[in-house]
């Protein structure tokens, strides 16, 4: 058999690992019930699955050529954008909701947090700012 496409392989690989890791922590811990049974036959059936399509000449051929349309690779362009603008408000919201529920109740742990999510809403400006730039040089 041969593997044609080795990243879809690969995570299903991943997949069936993680369901048999999941079967193997409850049987060890003597939790099993019937969501990590569910857990365990979706992991199970979706990495079969990739690897099956893998494994399938025309299925990668037809998987690559999906990877490859243009409409979406715009999709995913734009969903990756716009879920980075979301993250970035949210993290602003709860960085100033932080910080004034912290000097209001004088709980020095909300401020903490506060001045973690602004540290992580710089970065995101900056990572922001640099790529900007750079795609700015390339054009």
Not at 24 to 35: E, K
Not at 58 to 87: C, H, P, V, Y
Not at 111 to 122: D, K, P, Q, R, S
């Amino acid at each position: 058999m041969k593997i044609y496409n080795k990243k879809v392989f690969a995570s299903g690989i991943f997949m069936v690992a993680l369901g048999v890791l999941n079967l193997m922590a409850d049987g060890i811990n003597h939790t099993v019930d019937a969501n990590g049974l569910v857990l365990a036959a979706a992991l199970f059936l979706f990495g079969f699955g990739a690897i099956m399509r893998s494994l399938s000449k025309q299925m990668a051929r037809e998987d690559k050529l999906e990877q490859l349309d243009e409409r979406n690779r715009l999709i995913a362009l734009k969903s990756k954008s716009r879920s980075f603008q979301l993250t970035q408000g949210i993290i602003f919201a709860l960085m100033l909701i932080l910080l004034v529920m912290g000097k209001l109740s004088g709980y020095e742990g909300f401020v903490a947090m506060g001045t973690g999510l602004a540290f992580a809403f710089a970065i995101s400006m900056f990572t922001e700012l640099f790529t900007y730039l750079y795609y700015e040089s390339k054009n």
